[in-house]
């Protein structure tokens, strides 16, 4: 069907209205360079901005950032067990502990004593000798209490005494000149008595053994028995009641015997009472 053909259109009045149209290009172009524009900025912006806000900012110490930052539940330690209380001792448990110190204290002080007893021993016998014993008193005073009778032995364990068979050996000659010296004459005796002295000076003549009475010679005898019976003190006792011409006469015998009369009395002391205190803790441990 053929269309109505359309009335004709009045003509426009205006020249210009039959130019050409212009066309969208030149607009297209200028929102592409926009576009670009934009996009080139927000790329500086995500570039340049932390940087300008990082240096604007205060930094914060290590600790305070390490002090923020809460550790994560699973790096928590774990909690500390509470140790459980010791079970009270029994009093059986109780009882043999303390039986068990009572023992072990007994036995080292009975050891102790042991240990005494050996090393007092061992200074007795090595006092009986002409030697010295120092060593061995050492030795003791090491593991004893002080007490006189070691004093006393250390100030003669360095030179030590003659032995009794020492000393009984020796008795005879200074008896003699004692029993000599008592003879002597006085100053106001004649030439008679003094040849006579000068001649028995010679030949010492003394009466030995069980003499009576208290004469020179009956002393002599008597301390002579007494020494060779190993009894030095009551010697020593019965030459005191010599006349002093004689006891000077004995002097020399008398010092030795005397130091080794000391000696042994202080050792014997020390015997006797090492001895009872072993004893003692023996008692004890019984």
Not at 116 to 121: E, G, K, M, Y
Not at 246 to 267: F, K, S, V
Request: aromatic share 4%; net charge neutral.
């Amino acid at each position: 069907m053929i269309p109505p053909i359309d009335a004709p259109q009045a003509a426009p009045k205006d020249p210009g209205a039959y130019r050409p149209r212009a066309t969208l290009a030149p607009m297209i172009w200028a929102m592409l360079a926009f576009g670009l524009l934009c996009i080139l900025a927000g790329v500086a912006i995500a570039d340049l901005g932390p940087r300008l806000f990082a240096a604007k900012s205060t930094p914060k110490a290590p600790a305070e950032a390490a002090s923020t930052v809460e550790p994560p539940a699973s790096a928590a330690a774990p909690p500390t067990p509470t140790p459980a209380a010791p079970e009270a001792p029994s009093p059986d448990v109780e009882r043999l502990s303390a039986r068990v110190t009572t023992l072990e204290s007994q036995q080292a002080h009975t050891s102790q004593a042991a240990a005494a007893a050996l090393a007092v021993s061992a200074v007795v016998e090595a006092s009986q000798g002409a030697g010295p014993f120092a060593e061995e008193l050492e030795s003791l005073r090491a593991i004893s209490p002080p007490s006189p009778e070691l004093q006393t032995l250390a100030r003669l364990a360095q030179a030590g005494a003659p032995s009794r068979t020492a000393l009984a050996a020796s008795y005879p000659d200074y008896a003699a000149r004692a029993a000599s010296a008592a003879r002597a004459p006085g100053d106001k005796a004649g030439l008679g008595d003094r040849i006579v002295y000068e001649l028995s000076r010679i030949v010492t003549l003394r009466r030995v053994g069980d003499v009576s009475g208290d004469g020179v010679d009956a002393l002599l005898a008597r301390a002579e028995m007494q020494v060779d019976d190993g009894d030095l003190d009551r010697a020593l006792r019965t030459l005191d009641r010599l006349p002093p011409t004689a006891r000077e006469a004995m002097a020399l015998w008398r010092a030795r015997a005397e130091r080794r009369a000391e000696i042994d009395r202080n050792a014997q002391a020390l015997r006797a009472r090492a001895l009872q205190a072993l004893a003692v803790e023996a008692r004890r441990g019984a």
